[in-house]
């Protein structure tokens, strides 16, 4: 095996009954590879963050998938292509600042952001005061990446304009996740602390929700719960308090989470918030049975308890139409097998709510 990498092993579900062990018994190991920072020099940057030198595509500005990798270097080449046939779209950097880039067309969604741009940046945090980030424009209206990038010291900001390239003299590169669903535990539970740390005694929030929460996607407008109102009424009988991520700024979000021990949710970019939970935090993932041949079972969050040292339990969930995709579907919660999974997570007798 490479000597650069590094196998992390996981635990089953805490609740995985045995007819659903296939869905997580071959995967109980992966593979994660030593995360570098690059400085590189006169090097083209496509506006989504892809990176092009004189040997190609940049590696360590992508992520390491098969499939996608037409995909990212016809990005890159759309980019280069029309800056060189439309010089005004390509703006050239050519002072020695060194000018620092994180972001990848993934990024607006706020796992990817949280798990990999906000890493990208954490590895590099000791020397960021002396560098310019780069930042594109589109960036501005995602409020949570502003405020997350708030503990950071840069030089300076560099906002790319809309749909423009760069050729920057000096760049540092920090290495993006070559897996998405993979985890580096000790940079994940620093960064919880550092942010946790930020909110209570730099931005001085002490939003209490409660240990217990419910998640809930009510207002998405895709892979929703049909039935909500049930499930809303289980959780409130066990005492946890159902809110929607929306309602709440990015700081209030982590002092929220950051006083809770236990939470269920349908799978979405909001658990990702899990992150903040105290330590030896329960989670109960609702999620996609798997009905069709294109679909698939993600390990996102099963992972990332893991990393975080937190139980992880899990509920497969009837899709309201069987040919939709993982991350669309809506689909209907088993309102008795929930029950019984939340009086697992919570070490209760769930006889009294199935009665109700």
């Keep these: ?29 992966y593979e994660i590879e030593k995360l570098k920072v690059r400085k590189l020099h006169n090097v083209f940057v496509s506006y989504s963050g892809f990176c092009i030198d004189k040997n190609g ?13 037409q995909n990212f270097t016809q990005d890159a080449m759309y980019h280069y292509y029309k800056s060189c046939n439309t010089p ?3 703006l050239e950097l050519k002072d020695d600042e060194t000018y620092l880039l994180f972001h990848h067309p993934w990024f607006v969604n706020y796992g990817h952001w949280m798990c990999e741009g906000i890493l990208r940046i954490w590895m590099v945090r000791k020397q960021a005061h002396k560098m310019v980030l780069l930042l594109p424009e589109k960036y501005l209206t995602n409020r949570f990446i502003i405020d997350s ?5 840069f030089k300076s900001i560099y906002i790319i304009p809309e749909g423009k390239s760069l050729l920057v003299k000096k760049l540092c590169l920090p290495r993006i996740k070559p897996v998405v669903d993979s985890y580096y535990y000790d940079k994940l539970n620093e960064i919880k602390s550092f942010y946790i740390n930020y909110a209570i005694n730099v931005k001085k929030i002490h939003l209490n929700l ?24 289980i959780v409130n009988e066990y005492g946890f308090t159902s809110l929607c991520n929306e309602d709440y700024t990015f700081w209030e979000q982590v ?29 109960l993932e609702l999620h996609k049975k798997m009905t069709n041949p294109h679909d698939w079972h993600s390990f996102a969050f099963w992972y990332m308890c893991e990393a975080l040292g937190y139980g992880y339990y899990q509920q497969l969930c009837q899709p309201m139409r069987e040919e939709d995709h993982f991350f669309t579907a809506d689909f209907v919660v088993d309102i008795q097998k929930l029950a019984e999974n939340i009086a697992t997570l919570v070490s209760l007798s769930p006889d009294k709510i199935i009665g109700d």
């Design 255 to 283: 002092a929220i989470y950051a006083n809770a021990k236990y939470l269920v949710s349908i799978h979405g970019a909001g658990m990702t918030n899990m992150i903040f939970m105290n330590k030896n935090a329960q989670i």
């Design 88 to 90: 005004g779209n390509l």
């Design 1 to 29: 095996m490479n000597s650069m990498r590094e196998v992390v092993r996981v635990n089953m579900p805490k609740n995985a009954a045995q007819k659903e062990e296939n869905l997580f018994e071959p995967f109980l190991t």
């Design 149 to 153: 990038l708030e503990p950071f010291t």
């Design 210 to 233: 409660g240990e217990k929460l419910y998640l809930s996607r009510k207002k998405s407008v895709q892979r929703r719960v049909q039935n909500e109102t049930d499930v809303e009424r």
């Design 57 to 69: 595509l940049v590696k360590e500005s992508h992520h390491s998938y098969p499939t996608q990798m």
